[in-house]
C-alpha cells in the first residue's frame, strides 16, 4: 500500500502483463445482513468488502484488498477461482503504477450501494453503480476478460 490519488491504494512493486494474476483477495467471508450491520456501525468496513456470492461478502480488513480502488478505466479486475477472489491484470501494468479494478463488475442489480467517482480517467462515469449502469461495450470487455463473475446479477 502506497499514497495514491484517492488514499491509500495498491501499488505494483514489479511489472505485470495482461492476464497474470497479481494476488488473492483475502479476507473473512461474512453474510450480506452482516455487511448490512457494518453499515450502521463503520461504514468504511462495509465499502471495503467484496462481493464473494449471491449471499456473501469477503471482509479484506486488515488484509491487501483493503487497499483496492475503484478506477472507471481499471489495469485490473476480481476473478473468482478455486474458492477464492484473486486480482488479475487486464492491461499491461508498470512497476510504480496503482493497480484499480472498476467496483461495479462486483455489483449486481440487486445492489442498492453506489459511490461519486473521483478515479480522474478521462472516461470517467462520475458514479459507481451496479454493473447494469455500465454501457454495453464495457459489460462485453469485462465478460470476455472474466471479471464478472457468474453470480453478479446484470
Given at each position: 500500500?502506497?499514497?495514491v490519488?484517492?488514499g ?5 512493486l514489479r511489472?505485470?502483463h495482461?492476464?497474470?494474476v ?18 450502521e456501525?463503520e461504514?468504511?468496513l462495509?465499502?471495503n468488502?467484496?462481493r464473494?456470492?449471491?449471499e456473501?461478502?469477503l471482509?479484506p480488513?486488515?488484509e ?5 480502488n ?6 485490473a479486475?476480481?476473478?473468482?477461482q478455486?474458492r ?8 499491461d ?8 479494478h472498476?467496483?461495479?463488475?462486483l455489483l449486481?442489480?440487486?445492489?442498492v450501494w453506489?459511490?461519486?467517482?473521483n ?8 458514479w459507481?453503480r451496479?454493473?447494469?449502469t ?15 463473475p457468474?453470480f453478479i446479477?446484470?
Amino acid at each position: 500500500m502506497k499514497p495514491v490519488r484517492n488514499g491509500l491504494g495498491i501499488v505494483a512493486l514489479r511489472s505485470f502483463h495482461e492476464h497474470a494474476v497479481i494476488c488473492q483477495i483475502k479476507g473473512r467471508i461474512v453474510s450480506a445482513a452482516t455487511v448490512w450491520r457494518y453499515w450502521e456501525t463503520e461504514a468504511r468496513l462495509a465499502e471495503n468488502c467484496f462481493r464473494y456470492s449471491a449471499e456473501r461478502y469477503l471482509n479484506p480488513e486488515g488484509e491487501i484488498g483493503q487497499y483496492a480502488n475503484h478506477a472507471c478505466d481499471p489495469n485490473a479486475g476480481i476473478i473468482k477461482q478455486h474458492r477464492g477472489l484473486w486480482l488479475k491484470a487486464i492491461a499491461d501494468i508498470a512497476a510504480g503504477d496503482e493497480v484499480t479494478h472498476d467496483y461495479s463488475t462486483l455489483l449486481g442489480v440487486d445492489d442498492v450501494w453506489k459511490m461519486r467517482c473521483n478515479c480522474g480517467a478521462a472516461r470517467c462515469r462520475r458514479w459507481v453503480r451496479h454493473v447494469a449502469t455500465l454501457p454495453a461495450t464495457v459489460v462485453r470487455r469485462y465478460r470476455t476478460l472474466g471479471v464478472i463473475p457468474g453470480f453478479i446479477q446484470t
